[in-house]
């Protein structure tokens, strides 16, 4: 553990890069290997358009990132926040801190943007995108990055994350992000058994379906049990799956990224509900 820890607390910026480009690069490479359905795209121009906003959110982060390491600096100076009030174990104080903050960073900011209509106006970018891969997981307007970075400083400040420890989330949020994003066929023994864990493309995809009620479950970035504890979890046949967003199914448009920048000053989302019953 003190490794890893040594290793996250000076982790050099081209690091970081690395883990995130080349996680793109392998599941990427894993996806033409295996994939789980054919692609009816460009896949070049599809894997830029994504590209171009895993820039801006780069940007976004690194714009903000002295806030969130001056703040994960104060809090573990002063033995703040919910895991520095009791003695423990560093194994249970890694493990339960990393639990933590993708509960409060993710799968609550991921909850609150489908559920509040003016976030919901930034974060049906990343649901617009019809062919699902890796890249799909860093398609996110700018605007939500900035929604993102302010769950995640939230997350901080209660947790009492060390910057160590927020810098090993982020690279495990970004990692299996592409991972249950990508469009890789598992065999069903194995996403059965890492499912129990983490959170599987085959269960990921049912978030991605075009129409509701399905597009409200399986929020969970890193950890499966968060969608289980909260009963948003939904099991579905993923070959039955319609990628997109039925407010935004124009493809000539949901590949445009003027579109995709505009798209959030367009007018508030359908509130048209489905049934829990429809079936696919």
């Keep these: 553990m003190d490794a890893l820890i040594n290793y996250f607390e000076t982790i050099p910026s081209s690091h970081r890069t690395v883990i995130l480009f080349g996680g793109l690069a392998f599941f990427l490479l894993i996806e033409n290997v295996a994939p789980f359905f054919q692609f009816k795209n460009n896949k070049i121009k599809h894997v830029g358009l994504n590209l171009f906003f895993t820039f801006t959110t780069i940007l976004v982060n690194f714009v903000f990132a002295f806030i969130l390491i001056n703040a994960s600096q104060y809090v573990d100076a002063n033995q703040f926040g919910l895991i520095q009030f009791f003695p423990l174990p560093i194994f249970v104080f890694t493990l339960l801190g990393i639990m933590l903050l993708d ?3 993710a799968w609550l900011a991921h ?3 489908h559920h509040v ?3 919901w106006q930034f974060h049906l970018i990343h649901h617009t995108d019809m062919n699902l891969d890796a890249s799909s997981a860093n398609r996110h307007h700018p605007g939500e990055s900035v929604i993102r970075f302010l769950f995640t400083l939230m997350a901080v400040v209660i947790v009492g994350a060390p910057v160590w420890m927020v810098l090993l989330y982020q690279a495990l949020s970004v990692t299996l992000s592409q991972f249950n994003h990508s469009n890789i066929s598992m065999p069903k023994w194995l996403d059965t058994a890492v499912s129990w864990l983490v959170v599987t493309p085959d269960m990921h995809r049912v978030h991605h379906h075009y129409r509701q009620p399905y597009s409200d ?4 970035n890193i950890f499966s049990i968060w969608d289980k504890i909260f009963r948003t979890y939904q099991k579905v046949d993923n070959r039955k799956l319609v990628y997109g967003l039925d407010t935004h199914m124009e493809k000539e448009n949901v590949n445009k990224i ?6 959030p000053f ?3 989302r359908s509130e048209i509900k489905y049934s829990e019953k429809e079936q696919l």
């Excluded at 479950?217 to 969970?220: M, V």
């Excluded at 003027?258 to 798209?263: F, I, S």
């Design 258 to 263: 003027g579109y995709l920048l505009k798209a």
């Design 117 to 119: 209509k003016w976030m």
């Design 266 to 268: 367009a007018g508030y």
């Design 103 to 105: 509960l409060l960073g």
């Design 217 to 220: 479950s399986n929020y969970g």
């Design 111 to 113: 909850w609150t943007e």
